[in-house]
């Protein structure tokens, strides 16, 4: 306990001191974005977990949240997190935990600063919770990879210079041996990246065709055949990138619900209904301090099946209280101001100021990052210990395994 607490100590002075350079060299009020975001990864204040020179500081991610508040209260911003959501809090841990130190080298600072926006192209038409099903092919030609087929549900992919790519390199081993990781460049010949319509009116998604596709194998991230792995590593970061954000009390979905109830005329305020937004406020704020509390427990290096929990029960909540705030706008909440013109966002609507846009958007958030029922799957297996699922295809060839 003791030691733990000299760690503790230790770890928060060497953060603060950070920050206080940091702040003190590079006014963030005064410092353009990208030069303060250059900076700040260079002090190890991009993601403090992560080993010194790869913009960390290896300290627990808890350290984090200071940062950033501090940060914001000197007038800076942190809204690169939100901007390259899926770099920063999925791309960067993986080239961390895999890649070679040329990617690491290559690809961590200009994804903070902003410069380079990522995007993920996992899910395929006929693979999302199976993803390990997935069909793109990646063929050795010489020192380079041609791939060929389609990836889905991509994210940002429209405004992405670069793709974490998960491809089918063995199709004679069981599926999950036969996949590999790459880095590719959305500007590569062959690459068509096609809008996808969502329910809001936009499009934040995409899906995207590769013909041909020359992918040089100093962009493979870990070994052939490892696919499996590194795309887990980014999967459990998604899951704390979409579930783990700690807002302040009472911000968020919660905030438009009590702002709806605040507009609401004194006559129509249905006892029942306060009930109910009060039951919400005090589920939305438990799940916030179970967030922070499973954030002071981190260590460092890659989330594990935790992250789960976070993702299942912010879906579950989001939905319900974004319904919520539809039902006490009454008429109102029937109508989407603004209209559904056609747009192409450069940051994904999870967290909107429309209540109208919130609640449309909010469907998704028991799809994306895996469904809440495979959430289920993995708590149940992972951390309760109960029995897997049956798995029949598991040991059969990917080739042998029949697909529609
Ligand atoms: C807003 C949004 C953004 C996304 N962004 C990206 C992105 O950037 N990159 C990317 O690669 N993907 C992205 N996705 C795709 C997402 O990861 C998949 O949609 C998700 O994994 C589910 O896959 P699926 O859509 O193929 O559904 P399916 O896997 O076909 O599932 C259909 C239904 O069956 C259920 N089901 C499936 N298997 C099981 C099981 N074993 N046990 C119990 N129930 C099961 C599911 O829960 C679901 O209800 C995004 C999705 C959304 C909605």
């Given at each position: 306990m003791a030691s733990d607490t000299t760690a503790t100590t230790d770890q928060r002075a060497r953060v603060e001191e950070s920050i206080d350079a940091l702040l003190t060299a590079f006014p963030p009020a005064r410092t353009p974005e990208p030069e303060f975001w250059g900076a700040q990864f260079d002090h190890g204040l991009a993601w403090v977990q992560h080993p010194e020179g790869l913009g960390g500081l290896d300290v627990s991610p808890r350290w984090q949240a200071e940062v950033d508040r501090r940060i914001v209260e000197a007038g800076g911003s942190t809204r690169n997190r939100t901007q390259n959501v899926l770099g920063i809090g999925m791309g960067a841990g993986t080239i961390v935990a895999h890649g070679t130190e040329e990617q690491q080298q290559r690809f961590l600072r200009p994804m903070f600063t902003l410069e380079e926006i990522w995007c993920q192209m996992f899910s395929e038409p006929g693979a999302g919770?199976?993803?390990?099903?997935?069909?793109t092919s990646a063929k050795l030609d010489g020192d380079h990879w041609i791939v060929n087929g389609q990836k889905v549900w991509t994210t940002l992919g429209h405004l992405a210079k670069w793709g974490m790519l998960v491809t089918r390199?063995?199709?004679?081993?069981?599926k999950h041996a036969g996949l590999t990781y790459f880095i590719v460049d959305?500007?590569?010949?062959g690459v068509d990246v096609r809008p996808l319509y969502q329910i809001t009116g936009e499009a934040e998604f995409n899906e995207v065709y590769f013909t041909d596709v020359a992918i040089p194998?100093?962009?493979?991230?870990?070994?052939?055949?490892?696919g499996w792995t590194v795309a887990m590593t980014t999967l459990m970061n998604e899951r704390v990138a979409i579930g783990g954000n700690v807002q302040p009390r009472g911000a968020g979905a919660i905030a438009q619900a009590v702002e709806a109830w605040e507009r609401t005329d004194a006559p129509d305020r249905d006892p029942a209904k306060r009930d109910q937004l009060l039951r919400y406020w005090v589920e939305a704020e438990a799940m916030r301090l179970t967030t922070l509390r499973a954030k002071e427990a981190a260590k460092q290096g890659t989330p594990g099946p935790e992250g789960s929990t976070a993702k299942l029960q912010w879906a579950d909540l989001n939905k319900a209280i974004t319904s919520f705030t539809m039902d006490l706008l009454g008429?109102?909440?029937?109508t989407y101001p603004g209209g559904y013109a056609f747009t192409r966002p450069d940051?994904?609507?999870?967290?909107?100021?429309?209540p109208h846009k919130a609640f449309l958007r909010s469907r998704a958030n028991s799809i994306e990052g895996g469904t809440s029922e495979v959430m289920k799957n993995i708590l149940g297996e992972r951390v309760l210990g109960l029995p897997g699922e049956p798995r029949v295809d598991k040991n059969l060839p990917w080739r042998e395994v029949p697909r529609s």
């Amino acid at each position: 306990m003791a030691s733990d607490t000299t760690a503790t100590t230790d770890q928060r002075a060497r953060v603060e001191e950070s920050i206080d350079a940091l702040l003190t060299a590079f006014p963030p009020a005064r410092t353009p974005e990208p030069e303060f975001w250059g900076a700040q990864f260079d002090h190890g204040l991009a993601w403090v977990q992560h080993p010194e020179g790869l913009g960390g500081l290896d300290v627990s991610p808890r350290w984090q949240a200071e940062v950033d508040r501090r940060i914001v209260e000197a007038g800076g911003s942190t809204r690169n997190r939100t901007q390259n959501v899926l770099g920063i809090g999925m791309g960067a841990g993986t080239i961390v935990a895999h890649g070679t130190e040329e990617q690491q080298q290559r690809f961590l600072r200009p994804m903070f600063t902003l410069e380079e926006i990522w995007c993920q192209m996992f899910s395929e038409p006929g693979a999302g919770s199976d993803l390990a099903a997935l069909a793109t092919s990646a063929k050795l030609d010489g020192d380079h990879w041609i791939v060929n087929g389609q990836k889905v549900w991509t994210t940002l992919g429209h405004l992405a210079k670069w793709g974490m790519l998960v491809t089918r390199t063995d199709p004679d081993v069981p599926k999950h041996a036969g996949l590999t990781y790459f880095i590719v460049d959305m500007e590569s010949d062959g690459v068509d990246v096609r809008p996808l319509y969502q329910i809001t009116g936009e499009a934040e998604f995409n899906e995207v065709y590769f013909t041909d596709v020359a992918i040089p194998d100093d962009l493979r991230v870990g070994d052939v055949g490892q696919g499996w792995t590194v795309a887990m590593t980014t999967l459990m970061n998604e899951r704390v990138a979409i579930g783990g954000n700690v807002q302040p009390r009472g911000a968020g979905a919660i905030a438009q619900a009590v702002e709806a109830w605040e507009r609401t005329d004194a006559p129509d305020r249905d006892p029942a209904k306060r009930d109910q937004l009060l039951r919400y406020w005090v589920e939305a704020e438990a799940m916030r301090l179970t967030t922070l509390r499973a954030k002071e427990a981190a260590k460092q290096g890659t989330p594990g099946p935790e992250g789960s929990t976070a993702k299942l029960q912010w879906a579950d909540l989001n939905k319900a209280i974004t319904s919520f705030t539809m039902d006490l706008l009454g008429p109102e909440g029937m109508t989407y101001p603004g209209g559904y013109a056609f747009t192409r966002p450069d940051v994904t609507s999870n967290r909107t100021p429309s209540p109208h846009k919130a609640f449309l958007r909010s469907r998704a958030n028991s799809i994306e990052g895996g469904t809440s029922e495979v959430m289920k799957n993995i708590l149940g297996e992972r951390v309760l210990g109960l029995p897997g699922e049956p798995r029949v295809d598991k040991n059969l060839p990917w080739r042998e395994v029949p697909r529609s």
